[in-house]
């Protein structure tokens, strides 16, 4: 087993070989094993060569060392409102946790432009046509207020969802005051 680089410490119960002599039969196989310590985090080349007499052959593999341990998120977040400043700057501090795996450690940025966007794609299908008394209409009258609202702001209503949303709003604003009236007879 070739080494070159020492990105891995070779442990056989204290017994660093890095290379052992075998007696294979003929059509037969035996297996050799190298246990080893991976001193590198990524992907690291394990070479293996077999001689003979009569023949030489290797075979190289790529071994994903991951860090031990159980990984760990942090979220710092900002709101960038460039409205009445064009430009943005923020600086923080990031600190790792004293016991970090050495080579582990990530940073993601993640930047949106539109801070509902990513959790409201496919908004119109939270409208709903309310059926029931005043109390469970309101629970979609509401919603559907807000949907309108919001589309119509982010410039993504289009026609049928807002003739849609029309619609419920008035059916549940009629279905509303029938209650009311329901109540005071």
Do not use: W
């Not at 052959?57 to 460039?82: M, R």
């Amino acid at each position: 087993m070739k080494n070159a680089k020492n990105i891995f410490i070779l442990d056989c119960e204290n017994n660093r070989v890095e290379k052992r002599t075998i007696i294979v039969k003929a059509n037969d196989a035996v297996a050799v094993y190298f246990p080893i310590l991976p001193t590198e985090l990524g992907l690291v080349d394990v070479m293996i060569t077999a001689s003979s007499p009569l023949a030489n052959d290797a075979i190289l593999k790529k071994l994903l060392v991951e860090p031990e341990g159980v990984p760990q998120s942090y979220n710092i977040a900002f709101l960038v409102d460039l409205t009445s400043n064009h430009t943005f700057e923020k600086f923080t501090d990031i600190t790792y946790p004293d016991k970090v795996v050495e080579g582990s450690s990530r940073i993601r940025i993640s930047v949106l432009g539109d801070l509902m966007g990513p959790t409201i794609n496919g908004l119109e299908n939270l409208l709903q046509m309310s059926y029931g008394c005043g109390e469970q209409n309101m629970i979609n009258f509401a919603p559907n207020v807000f949907v309108s609202n919001y589309l119509k702001t982010a410039g993504s209503m289009t026609p049928d969802i807002e003739s849609k949303a029309k619609d419920f709003i008035l059916q549940d604003h009629l279905r509303h005051m029938n209650c009311q009236l329901c109540a005071t007879r």
